[in-house]
């Protein structure tokens, strides 16, 4: 039976993965940071199945001692601090994590399982002002925000330990890939959230920044199968997974608000607070070395995506409001005095 290390398991990508290597019949471990209230809320369907071990990113110690404990055939690093918007506010803490951290899991994995595979989540937002249109694996970096510098540094760190310790390593230059479990933080999230609630008539307007701006959207289901194929090759590279199309946030905007009957003229306002100081315009990526050498393709088109997001948020925000109702009725309340 082979076993996989994951870390940020409990988040979008890491959850779907761990969901798709149970499948395949793989012993599951998941990194788990000591917190007073854990969030489970992505893996609670398969939380009892995944061997938890305890450490943190920050503390080469522990990360060791998850390594030995785990003792993982491959090793998915996926934690980071991954809201780009925060990433100005916070540009210490976003080095720290998305970069620095990347360097304490590889030296814990080439000080306690040097032979595992080892898969970095590298992201879109290291091409930023795109020097080449669709983006390439050799295409050159011009991140314009902290998060992007810091994958920038995560990416290179990856390379050079597969270059110096001959270590199987890669990276896999991830597009925006979105779900139902994208944070209610990301652009995406907020506009299927907000349709949602405007539609069953919890919220009148939505506001938001640059909707001119363009994005490479997938479906996060499809690029976790990528990355465990990045790690089933004779020898390791760096992939670029995308759908090599490119829609603008009103596009998105247009194809959700449809989807429930509504015109989202009516409801989205532009508010400046949303900008962002160093703005990304077009992101498109160019993922043909995938499909020709992983055999990687998209299964999700973009209006698929976006109507199983808006359908999704739908159906969890009138469960709120059931149990909402069910807490306030007269009964509960008398209950609760």
């Not at 450490?55 to 785990?70: F, H, K, M, P, W």
């Not at 991830?174 to 139902?180: D, M, Q, R, V, W």
């Not at 609630?197 to 199968?225: C, H, M, S, T």
């Not at 490119?246 to 429930?260: G, N, P, R």
Request: net charge negative.
């Amino acid at each position: 039976m082979k076993r996989a290390l994951i870390t940020g398991v409990t988040g979008q990508d890491g959850s779907y993965l761990a969901e798709f290597l149970l499948e395949k019949g793989y012993k599951v471990f998941g990194l788990r940071r000591r917190t007073s209230t854990p969030n489970y809320e992505n893996a609670m369907k398969i939380r009892d199945r995944i061997e938890w071990v305890s450490g943190d990113l920050t503390d080469l110690a522990s990360l060791i001692e998850a390594v030995r404990l785990s003792d993982p055939d491959e090793v998915y690093n996926l934690a980071a601090q991954s809201y780009v918007a925060a990433s100005w506010p916070q540009p210490i803490t976003t080095g720290h994590i998305t970069a620095l951290c990347v360097t304490n899991m590889l030296e814990a994995v080439r000080i306690a399982k040097p032979d595992a595979r080892f898969y970095q989540a590298s992201s879109s937002e290291m091409f930023g002002k795109v020097l080449e249109v669709p983006q390439k694996e050799t295409t050159p970096f011009y991140p314009r925000s902290p998060y992007g510098v810091a994958k920038v540094y995560g990416h290179w760190i990856t390379v050079n330990y597969r270059e110096s310790f001959g270590m199987y390593a890669c990276s896999g230059i991830l597009f925006n890939h979105e779900s139902p479990r994208r944070g209610l933080e990301f652009v995406t999230r907020k506009i299927t959230d907000g349709v949602a609630r405007i539609k069953l008539g919890l919220q009148a307007e939505l506001r938001l920044g640059n909707i001119d701006a363009l994005r490479d959207w997938g479906y996060a289901g499809d690029y976790i199968k990528a990355m465990w194929l990045m790690l089933q090759q004779e020898e390791p590279d760096d992939y670029v997974i995308s759908t090599e199309e490119t829609h603008s946030v009103k596009e998105f905007l247009e194809t959700a608000f449809s989807f429930v009957g509504l015109d989202y003229r009516d409801y989205v306002v532009l508010d400046s607070r949303f900008v962002r100081p160093a703005e990304v315009d077009l992101l498109i990526g160019d993922c043909s070395k995938a499909k020709q050498k992983l055999g990687w393709k998209q299964e999700v088109s973009f209006s698929e995506l976006v109507h199983m997001m808006v359908a999704e948020d739908i159906k969890r925000v009138r469960a709120e409001i059931s149990y909402h109702n069910a807490l306030t009725s007269d009964e509960e309340i008398g209950q609760l005095i």
